[in-house]
Structures are given as C-alpha cells and as structure tokens.
C-alpha cells in the first residue's frame, strides 16, 4: 500500500476528469450554431434573389449600424457581468471568515488534508454565515471557495472532506474545456454551465474522502435536507442503473439544466469508485 506522498505523485500524473466534457461542450454550441446559419443561409438566398450588386451595398450600410449596436451590446454585457462577479465576490468575503491555522482550524486541517490527497495547492477557504446547504468557488484570478454555515452544520467530517475536495477540484480544473480541433487541445472558456464538469469533481471529493457513503450522504442531504437523509439506505441509493432509468423525467430538461440530477451523480460516484483510477490512487 503506497503511502501519502507516493499518492500525491501518482495524483499529479493522473487526470481524473471525466470523460464527455468537450463533447457536451460542443452539443451545447448547437443552438448558436444554427441561429448563424440561419442568418447566413438568408443573406445567401438576398444575394441570389436581387443579385450582389444590389444586395452588397445595402448589406455594408445596416452592417455598421448592426455591427455597432451589437458590439455596445456585447461590451455592456460583459461588463455588466465582471461586475456583478466582482461585486458578489467582495461582497462574500466582506461577511465572511477565512479559514486559517488559527480561525476555524478544524475546517482548515480537513482543507489541508483534501488538497494533500488531490495534490494541489489550496485555495482560500471563507465561512459565510447562510443557512443554505451549498458551497461554491468563484473567482477568476484569485479563486476561493465559500462554505455556507448551513452545510457545516449537517456535515461530518468526511462528509465536509468530500464536499471542500468538489471545490477544490473546480479550482484545479478551472473555467475552461479542453477541445481538440485539427489535432490541437485547445482550453476554450466555460461559457456554458458543465454537467460533465460536476462529475469530475465529485470525482474530486471522493478523491479527497475516500469514502463513498459519506460521499453519496452529502449528495442525499442536498437533495433532501439532513432530517430526510438520514431516513434513506445510502448503501443501496442509486446502486442499479435500472433504479435510474426509472426516474427519469426529461432528457432536455436535464440536459440544459446546471447540474446533472442527483440520482446520475450518485451513479456515477459508484462507477468511479468500482474503477481502476481510483484504485490506483487510493490505495
């Protein structure tokens, strides 16, 4: 059995990002796609219908003024956005306490021990005072995660393991996917919401737990609250692929949502744990 440190160096050649990302990447690219197709299928069919001589000219003289409208459009937006990120992040650690050797160290020797075990350098943890069962990173340069008081509160410590190593694994992947184009791996900027994403850092936090129950316990109690969790046999939750087929609602419902359901987490945890990789690291 290897110890901590021949763990971390098998980490740190392993990329245990689940498979499918730039895939669903590229499917969720569809609708812009057809919506530039469509407009430029029509200033073909305007070209062949009144020729390019009288088309082209028309075509230049609305162009500038679309053009403009859309860039102020597009620059408003994104400043809008920085913004309001900015705003949200100064705003969170403005009420927040980071974790330190000295504040919280109970949280701060579980995030020390997450990173260890995913081989990363840990990022600022904040405690924000929230009765919602979440926590997050955000941030572009300086990326941190917060840990809402309401999930503290109905998690263990393994369970909290699992959860702060999810966090820690959006920071080690970062806001960007990976696709291949013409033989090149280009990073391309998450603009859409990643299911595929969501999987690799549950990866993450079992990575970080090592336990799967804890880790299928924190995913019960977002689902159903701590009171509710406690009722359910997480050993059996979701073992059967039949058992989550059978509570599928919507393929399209699911797919544009932000996170993939429960239920496909929770199988998947179980896929990931059954497999070579995680053996291989972890034991």
Same mark, same amino acid.
């Given at each position: 059995m290897p110890d901590a440190s021949t763990t971390v160096q098998m980490a740190q050649h392993i990329d245990f990002r689940a498979d499918g990302e730039a895939a669903e990447y590229m499917k969720k690219l569809v609708i812009p796609v057809v919506i530039v197709t469509l407009l430029v299928t029509l200033i073909v069919y305007a070209i062949w219908t009144y020729g390019i001589s009288f088309f082209i000219p028309r075509l230049l003289a609305s162009s500038f003024l679309i053009a403009g409208m859309m860039i102020g459009a597009i620059a408003i937006l994104i400043i809008i956005k920085l913004y309001t990120r900015?705003?949200?992040?100064?705003? @969170?650690?403005?009420?927040? =306490?980071?974790?330190?050797?000295?504040n919280l160290p109970n949280i701060h020797r579980i995030v020390m021990k997450a990173a260890d075990r995913l081989a990363m350098t840990p990022a600022?943890?904040?405690?924000?005072?929230?009765?919602q069962i979440n926590a997050y990173a955000l941030g572009v340069f300086r990326k941190i995660i917060v840990l809402n008081t309401g999930l503290i509160d109905v998690a263990g410590e393994e369970e909290l393991i699992f959860i702060i190593g999810h966090e820690l694994s959006h920071v080690k992947y970062?806001?960007?996917?990976? @696709?291949?184009?013409?033989? =090149?791996?280009?990073?391309?900027?998450?603009l859409f919401s990643s299911q595929r994403?969501?999987?690799?850092?549950?990866?993450?936090?079992?990575?970080?737990s090592r336990s799967l129950n804890a880790s299928v316990m924190v995913l019960a109690k977002l689902a159903v609250g701590k009171r509710l969790a406690d009722m359910i046999d997480i050993d059996r939750l979701y073992r059967d692929r039949k058992d989550v087929q059978r509570d599928r609602i919507s393929r399209l419902t699911e797919f544009i949502a932000s996170h993939p359901p429960i239920r496909d987490r929770v199988y998947q945890l179980r896929q990931y744990y059954e497999s070579g990789q995680y053996r291989e690291l972890t034991q």
């Open positions: 900015w705003m949200f992040l100064n705003q @969170v650690v403005s009420r927040s =306490i980071m974790v330190t050797e000295t600022g943890v904040y405690v924000a005072q929230d009765p970062g806001w960007s996917v990976p @696709v291949k184009m013409l033989g =090149i791996t280009l990073p391309l900027p998450l994403r969501e999987y690799t850092c549950d990866r993450g936090g079992l990575l970080a």
